[in-house]
């Protein structure tokens, strides 16, 4: 890894190089056209300046690759992996909606230790520990919060003031077209639940290697699902659950099923 | 010293540039990890329509002074 990273670095250099010779080339090239006035000379000038500049301008500084991201991402989820194996619960998350939050902005996942138990009420949830104790269960923070929190911030609003139908309607852009995780995004709500489908998910191989873990798989879900399951309970105001998320290999797609609790 | 080139070329080098960069702003990959050229390809399609408006602009200004002058 180190290696491929030098590798990278060197490149970058490289091309940085590259681009800043063709400036400088170019603007020569514009000075002797201009003296021995020669258009052939000062269209090459012209092309080398702009697409030298160009070079320089189109490179984003701050890209690292999809495997640097999936190997910094997967030690934090071993260890919430770790803490529901020692929690002995393997019960659905429920992500909550804003008004049991102390920050509106944030999104939190309570994992009952029981069955049917009721939510706790938001007066300890905004005590913000770890553990509830009535009813017992566990407040984990979503590895999804921080990825719905940019598609928040390339939206320029918040989920909290959309309603449903508008949130599923503006999805595709922050995915789609600022973000560029996704080829396509289809919504589809019944009732009380909502099934998102997203193809070339560029997420996928994380998804993969979260379904290894398969008690933080069936509680959290991958940091796709939970980014838009917090979406989906900032934009409700309902506590939702992730009920399925599966890989159609065909379609290239990643189902997810939500379903929206009425509390 | 007079800069060789006259209103018509940098029109036609506007209109080229202009559509070998929309091409490559369409064409590129969206999977940057797999190039050895990282390209932000939001700026590339805006530079790319910038051109092509610039060209635009150049047509129009043409478009003027052909009217003006009959």
């Known amino acids: 890894m180190p290696e491929e990273k030098t590798n990278r670095l060197r490149q970058r250099t490289l091309n940085r190089a590259i681009a800043s010779s063709l400036v400088s080339l170019g603007i020569v090239s514009l000075l002797v056209a201009s ?103 566990l407040f984990l923070t979503p590895p999804g919060m921080d990825l719905s929190k940019l598609m928040e911030k390339k939206l320029e609003t918040s989920f909290t003031r959309m309603n449903l139908e508008e949130l599923l309607q503006r999805l595709p852009k ?49 940091p796709l699902s939970s980014a838009l399951a917090c979406a989906l309970a900032k934009s409700t105001g309902k506590p939702v659950t992730i009920e399925n998320e ?10 997810i099923l939500y379903h929206i609790k009425e509390d | 010293m007079e800069f060789p080139l ?11 540039t202009a559509i070998v960069l929309l091409i490559t702003a369409e064409l590129i990959s969206p999977y940057y990890g797999l190039t050895n050229l990282e390209i932000d390809r939001k700026k590339l399609r805006n530079i790319a329509l910038t051109m092509g408006m610039l060209f635009l602009g150049t047509v129009a200004i043409r478009i003027y002074s052909i009217i003006t002058q009959t």
């Open chain 2, 6 to 16: 006259t209103f018509s070329d940098i029109s036609l080098w506007l209109a080229v």
């Open chain 1, 35 to 137: 003296t021995y006035s020669s258009s052939t000379l000062a269209f090459i000038g012209l092309s080398l300046t702009f697409w030298g500049a160009l070079l320089l301008y189109v490179t984003p500084s701050k890209q690292v690759s999809i495997e640097l991201l999936e190997a910094t991402t997967m030690s934090g989820a071993a260890n919430m992996e770790k803490l529901l194996e020692s929690m002995e619960t393997s019960f659905k998350g429920v992500y909550l909606p804003p008004r049991f939050l102390k920050d509106f902005d944030s999104s939190l996942i309570y994992v009952p230790f029981t069955e049917d138990q009721h939510l706790p009420l938001p007066e300890e949830v905004k005590e913000e520990k770890l553990f509830s104790k009535n009813p017992n269960g």
């Open chain 1, 174 to 222: 922050p995915l789609v077209e600022d973000l560029e995780i996704a080829q396509d995004v289809n919504t589809q709500i019944e009732g009380n639940s909502i099934t998102i489908e997203i193809t070339d998910n560029a997420l996928k191989n994380l998804c993969t290697e979260t379904r290894k873990l398969p008690k933080l798989h069936k509680t959290v879900g991958c």
């Open chain 1, 246 to 255: 599966e890989e159609i290999q065909e379609k290239k797609t990643t189902k």
